[in-house]
Structure formats: C-alpha cells, structure tokens
C-alpha cells in the first residue's frame, strides 16, 4: 500500500520561510517522479514543482520559480519543498505526490496517481 506522508506546515509572515517534507511508502521510491501541488480556498490544485526519479530534472511552477526549490533523498525515500520569500498568495494546502513513472517534461504536473493528505500552509502579510 502507498503512503505519503507531508509534514513542515505551519503559519508564517511574508518574506518567512518554510520547509515541507514528504515520506513515501509501499513504492519503488527510487523509479518515481515526485510533485508538490497546492490547493487554496476556492480555487483548484495546481502544480508546484516536480522532480524526477534521480534528481536531476526539476520543474517548477512560474509563480514560484526563484523562492521554492525541490529536492529529494532517495536513500530515506523523502521529497522536501523549501519555500523562501513566502507570499500571502503561497496560503493553502500542499500535497505530495508521486507518478509511478518519469516526469514528462512538457507536461510535469500530469499523471500522479498517489497522493498524501496534506499539510496547511499559511502566509500572513
């Protein structure tokens, strides 16, 4: 059985900073493309960033290219999301999830069929 487990939430103020990380289970961690997407009030889930099974392709949303940077530890099967210069727009709930092949390039944000429950993230101005 997959699992995927965030953690790092929390509340923060504009500028702040906050680390999200992602323990996945019951998967070829090693095999796996890796995503971030986030959902706000309202609004539908978008993608964040992307990482594929070695780490050596990264995508990343627009909105956040130059403050969140994605990265991943094969060896404890981990997927973190560093967010720097954190923005009130950046508020909603985060999730991760895994695509049980590679990243496509052209289309990064598609085909993730295991997700975790989420971890809140808020950004005060």
């Known amino acids: 059985q997959v699992q995927l487990v965030e953690s790092g939430g929390g509340s923060v103020q504009a500028g702040g900073s906050l680390r999200l990380s992602c323990v996945a289970s019951g998967i070829s961690y090693g095999r796996v493309c890796m995503g971030w997407f986030r959902q706000a009030p309202g609004k539908v889930r978008e993608g964040v960033a992307a990482i594929s099974p070695s780490g050596s392709r990264t995508y990343a949303a627009d909105s956040v290219k130059g403050r969140f940077t994605i990265s991943r530890d094969n060896a404890n099967n981990t997927v973190f999301l560093q967010m720097d210069s954190l923005k009130p727009d950046d508020t909603g709930m985060y999730y991760c999830?895994?695509?049980?092949?590679?990243?496509?390039?052209?289309?990064?944000?598609?085909?993730?069929?295991?997700w975790g429950q989420g971890t809140q993230v808020t950004v005060s101005s």
């Open positions: 999830a895994a695509r049980v092949t590679n990243c496509i390039s052209e289309a990064w944000t598609a085909g993730f069929g295991y």
